[in-house]
């Protein structure tokens, strides 16, 4: 690998491309049934977190989704638009706007949600169930290193805290 000797730091990156690699295949399979019905998959995500925790506020919305609060405001306004949800305010502090689902927002979700959730696991079926279980473990613990690893941009191959 161009400028790198390590062994460790070698198998880290291409440990992240085969990441990489199949969270885009994963996704684009997924993807497939979400475009039959003229969705994204973050606009999945709205309608999805919205039918299991009910509504929400942007920025909560954004947080359960991993979206920017930029790009949550489009994703609502688009499904707004198609009447799959709306902004109502919240009556106890009127600065606060949830999104809810409407009528047929709810009737969408609950009809492709089943179908997509058997889509995952028939693109999961690749692993065994104690595969799945061990990978969605490792992923968790990486993700929380990840979020608690600041890099520092004077000294990139150290991390902050070594810096």
Not at 85 to 99: G, Q, T
Not at 128 to 135: G, V
Not at 148 to 155: A, D, H
Request: with cysteine; glycine share 6%.
């Amino acid at each position: 690998m161009f400028g790198v000797t390590d062994p460790d730091t070698e198998l880290a990156v291409s440990t992240y491309v085969k990441l990489l690699r199949a969270s885009h295949a994963v996704m684009a399979s997924a993807e497939q049934l979400l475009l039959s019905h003229g969705l994204t998959m973050t606009q999945l995500g709205v309608l999805e977190v919205i039918l299991h925790k009910g509504p929400l506020s942007h920025r909560e919305l954004g947080r359960k989704v991993l979206t920017s609060a930029a790009n949550m405001s489009d994703v609502i306004d688009k499904l707004a638009a198609r009447g799959l949800v709306r902004r109502v305010r919240c009556p106890e502090d009127r600065r606060l706007v949830k999104v809810e689902l409407t009528e047929a927002g709810a009737a969408l979700i609950e009809q492709i949600f089943p179908i997509h959730a058997r889509d995952i696991a028939r693109l999961m079926s690749g692993l065994t169930p104690c595969e799945i279980e061990a990978l969605g473990d490792l992923l968790r613990k990486l993700g929380r290193f990840a979020e608690q690893t600041t890099l520092c941009p004077s000294c990139p191959a150290l991390p902050a805290e070594k810096c």
